[in-house]
């Protein structure tokens, strides 16, 4: 059996993958952008991107967290009776409805065009709807390969393979030939999402059969172990997964359906950067959501507590030393876009909160989900939007990529806050971590240096280095525990050691 990396070696591994899975989505962003003239059409093309990533969430039908809730608990108590079956039967599922999604949204598009107010006479946006499937699978994949404890793999599945061929093809065809046409951008882009759902499928049934062998006793996993049928949850799924596309891509439809393209091209610069905010949050649930699943299965709540808190901790360290330097540094970041952005920092401001408070939380979304309590996390989340689409509707209109910035915290900080109520309630765990209040006030300080000296050029970098090491020294001292301290200061002499042998 193949061992599974424990919290920090799988959150560490976790965090590289998914920095270079973020860098290669936003160099496709940067690149897209910088090759297509027009910051109007740029701004179509990520909309409909965006509108083709929710159809593949409407496709996968929450099987996606069904794959990684099974599969962690069996990786938990040591049981594969069956999985590879399962997988099989959840693919067919995804593809079948996700095909079925993209042929309608296909058939009626110059509807959904119209609504979204993209080009309906355009012939080449409509084709993105045919990603559906292939991202479906993708993030299928993904899931199931953080259940099993392949998490390296599970970022190339999700964001790499589909985002950095594109980028890199865009580039070298950029420099040989000066211009690309948007034709050829959608096929280059279209073709990389088939790579990334045919390698996530082998490496997923690989994953299965090396990482989660059979026991020796029978162990039952679900009630419709064994079955033809898929285990259950996947209804509560389906829901989050469609709400939760509110977190990451409807306000940036509802941006330019309410605002201009100009706008959606700034906001995605600006949300693409802040989303490296949240990363180590992300980076840690890709641990989370196994060990989460491992703990409820043998009852565990010890464990279920320790976890939540460390991961608070640890993501709101990271979120303090990556968010101060991205407000710091925002306009060098903007600059690469080629596109003026006169409110940058308060766009960047606004995420930011959003960011932090969702990783003080440390991934309760996960714990309800992973513990059988998804329908209440779903409830949170139906008056979360609600109450994000209000705020949505009033701020879009007023401040364009700002308030759709700040529509989004507002939804993420208040489904947190509900999960936390629940959580308290249902589990007796204490959610938010003691550190997000001064975490909010180190970045908050970091914006108002930002807002009074305007860094640009060398002296956005020298702002930027200052705050590195001023933050990393806040973090060493007052967030890691001495266990941790010590067990760091320990694998860098250890490095040291095998570096000096080398030589």
């Known amino acids: 059996m193949a061992k599974a990396s424990g919290i920090a070696a799988g959150s560490l591994l976790g965090l590289f993958g998914l920095a270079a899975g973020y860098l290669s989505q936003y160099a496709f962003n940067v690149s897209a952008a910088r090759v297509i003239s027009s910051p109007n059409l740029a701004g179509k093309l990520f909309q409909t991107i965006a509108f083709a990533q929710f159809l593949a969430i409407v496709g996968r039908a929450g099987l996606d967290r069904v794959s990684l809730r099974t599969f962690g608990a069996a990786h938990g108590k040591h049981n594969g009776e069956d999985l590879v079956g399962i997988w099989r039967r959840i693919t067919l599922w995804v593809v079948g409805l996700s095909t079925l999604v993209a042929l309608l949204a296909f058939w009626q598009r110059h509807w959904l065009l119209g609504i979204l107010k993209l080009p309906v006479a355009n012939p080449y946006l ?263 689409l209000v705020a949505y509707w009033f701020l879009i209109p007023l401040f364009g990529s700002v308030g759709a910035a700040a529509g989004l915290s507002v939804l993420i900080i208040t489904w947190n806050v509900l999960m936390a109520l629940v959580s308290k309630r249902a589990l007796n765990l204490q959610p938010f971590s003691p550190k997000l209040w001064p975490s909010l006030l180190v970045l908050m300080a970091a914006y108002f240096v930002a807002e009074w000296t305007n860094p640009v050029g060398f002296g956005a970098i020298l702002a930027v280095a200052i705050y590195f090491v001023v933050a990393v020294a806040l973090v060493w001292k007052f967030y890691l525990i001495p266990a941790e301290r010590e067990a760091i200061a320990n694998s860098i002499k250890r490095l040291r050691g095998r570096s000096s042998a080398q030589v």
């Open 126 to 388: 409509p084709l993105l709807f045919f990603a559906t499937p292939f991202l479906a699978m993708s993030f299928t994949s993904s899931q199931a390969l953080r259940g099993v404890g392949w998490i390296g793999k599970a970022t190339l599945a999700q964001l790499t393979l589909v985002f950095a061929p594109p980028a890199i093809v865009i580039a070298i065809l950029k420099l040989a030939y000066g211009s690309i046409e948007l034709s050829t951008l959608i096929g280059i882009w279209l073709f990389s999402t088939i790579i990334a759902a045919v390698a996530g499928y082998f490496w997923t049934q690989n994953g299965l059969r090396r990482a989660v062998p059979k026991a020796d006793v029978e162990i039952q996993l679900s009630p419709l172990q064994g079955s033809r049928r898929i285990p259950s949850g996947a209804f509560n799924f389906f829901l989050l997964g469609l709400l939760g596309y509110t977190h990451s891509g409807l306000e940036i439809i509802l941006l330019g359906a309410w605002s201009n393209t100009v706008e959606v091209t700034r906001y995605i610069a600006s949300a693409r950067t802040a989303m490296f905010v949240g990363l180590g949050l992300v980076a840690i649930a890709s641990v989370l959501g196994r060990l989460y699943a491992a703990a409820h299965a043998r009852q565990d709540h010890e464990e279920m507590k320790t976890v939540l808190g460390k991961a608070g901790r640890w993501a709101l360290s990271f979120a303090v030393v990556s968010g101060g330097c991205l407000l710091l540094g925002h306009q060098l970041i903007i600059d690469l876009f080629g596109i003026n952005f006169p409110n940058a920092l308060p766009c960047f401001g606004a995420i930011l909160v959003g960011h932090t408070v969702n990783a003080g939380a440390g991934g309760l979304f996960l714990l309800l989900q992973m513990t059988g309590n998804e329908r209440a996390s779903t409830v949170c989340l139906v008056v979360a939007t609600a109450i994000g």
